[in-house]
Nanobody, 115 residues
Framework: QVQLVESGGGLVQPGGCLSL?????????????IGWYRQAPGKQRELVAG???????NYADSAKGRFTISRDNDKNTVYLQMNSLKLEDTAVYYC?????????WGQGAQVTVSA
């Protein structure tokens, strides 16, 4: 059974930085894509950043220039480095992947940006 376990998150002041990680475990032959989503209260869940097995990345406009996604294939871990954080970055962050028709989500990590 595939599991995604997140760590990181917490409280940070505006302009600060925070890192998230997500470890994928289970019987996995290959995961082509894994990404980070976030959901703020009263808002739709949105894709923040994604990365392929070869290292190709894409970012939401709100994340470009501030966030960096990376992965370590040997450790089955994906990271999200968040810099220059803003109040509007406050949300629960989820890592995500899909295998066939099955979706897999992390348990969520709360990121709160507050002055």
């Amino acid at each position: 059974q595939v599991q995604l376990v997140e760590s990181g998150g917490g409280l940070v002041q505006p302009g600060g930085c925070l890192s998230l990680s997500c470890v994928v475990s289970g019987s996995i032959f290959r995961i082509h894509f894994i990404g980070w989503y976030r959901q703020a209260p009263g808002k739709q869940r949105e894709l923040v950043a994604g990365i392929t097995s070869s290292g190709g990345t894409n970012y939401a406009d709100s994340a470009k220039g501030r966030f960096t996604i990376s992965r370590d294939n040997d450790k089955n871990t994906v990271y999200l480095q968040m810099n220059s954080l803003k109040l509007e970055d406050t949300a629960v962050y989820y890592c995500y992947t899909s295998i066939g028709s099955t979706n897999y989500w992390g348990q969520g990590a709360q990121v709160t940006v507050s002055a």
